[in-house]
T-cell receptor, first 116, second 114 residues
Framework: AQKITQTQPGMFVQEKEAVTLDCTYD???????LFWYKQPSSGEMIFLIY????DEQNATEGRYSLNFQKARKSANLVISASQLGDSAMYFC????WGGGGNKLTFGTGTQLKVEL | SQTIHQWPATLVQPVGSPLSLECTVE??????LYWYRQAAGRGLQLLFY??????ISSEVPQNLSASRPQDRQFILSSKKLLLSDSGFYLC?????????????FGPGTRLTVL
């Protein structure tokens, strides 16, 4: 079984600063993928970034980067140069290909608020 | 490009009434389709997924059911709603041809059962 843990229920960051959202995971599968989604108040889940378990480089997508530390089983999201529009709920999720089927396992989320 | 639609956007239903939520995907063929539920302030819980027409896998036993009558159409149903069925329902699609098999979500349906 897979498990995702997000220990920060809420985070505050000042505009233009960088922020790190924590995510740790647990799985016995060797092949898996880690995803981050953003959920603004409208409710839609927006895909941000993906990291495969065999990817040697940390994933980056614009202002988003994923700090992947496989030995520590962590996949933290780093948002650089925060903007007011980054205020939202952020979810870490995992999919395992070794028997987890098509299931994405989600964490409980971190509410990020960007302040002026 | 691919788009995913859900309707209705919001729904208020009495306990014991039937339910039908619809999800359609455009711009891709033979997608994997998923229904998730999100309770207030919580993460997402997978309810059903489908890898093809008429093929439905259930993740959580409940009074909900799903059907896939067409390649890009996914329907979530109930014969009699319970109070505990209230929540935010999200449909998603993915394509196994992609390396990451990323799931892309629709705008969601907010269901309130009274």
């Amino acid at each position: 079984a897979q498990k995702i843990t997000q220990t920060q229920p809420g985070m505050f960051v000042q505009e233009k600063e960088a922020v790190t959202l924590d995510c740790t995971y647990d799985t016995s599968d060797q092949s898996y993928g880690l995803f981050w989604y953003k959920q603004p108040s409208s409710g839609e889940m927006i895909f941000l970034i993906y990291q495969g378990s065999y990817d040697e480089q940390n994933a980056t997508e614009g202002r988003y980067s994923l700090n992947f530390q496989k030995a520590r089983k962590s996949a933290n999201l780093v948002i650089s140069a925060s903007q007011l529009g980054d205020s939202a709920m952020y979810f870490c999720a995992m999919r395992a290909w070794g028997g987890g089927g098509n299931k994405l396992t989600f964490g409980t989320g971190t509410q990020l608020k960007v302040e002026l | 490009s691919q788009t995913i639609h859900q309707w209705p956007a919001t729904l208020v239903q009495p306990v014991g009434s039937p339910l039908s939520l619809e999800c359609t995907v455009e711009g891709t063929s033979n997608p994997n389709l998923y229904w998730y539920r999100q309770a207030a302030g919580r993460g997402l819980q997978l309810l059903f997924y489908s890898v093809g027409i008429g093929q439905i896998s259930s993740e959580v036993p409940q009074n909900l059911s799903a059907s896939r009558p067409q390649d890009r159409q996914f329907i979530l149903s109930s014969k009699k709603l319970l109070l505990s069925d209230s929540g935010f329902y999200l449909c998603a699609w993915s394509n196994e041809g992609q390396k990451s098999d990323t799931q892309y979500f629709g705008p969601g349906t907010r269901l309130t059962v009274l």
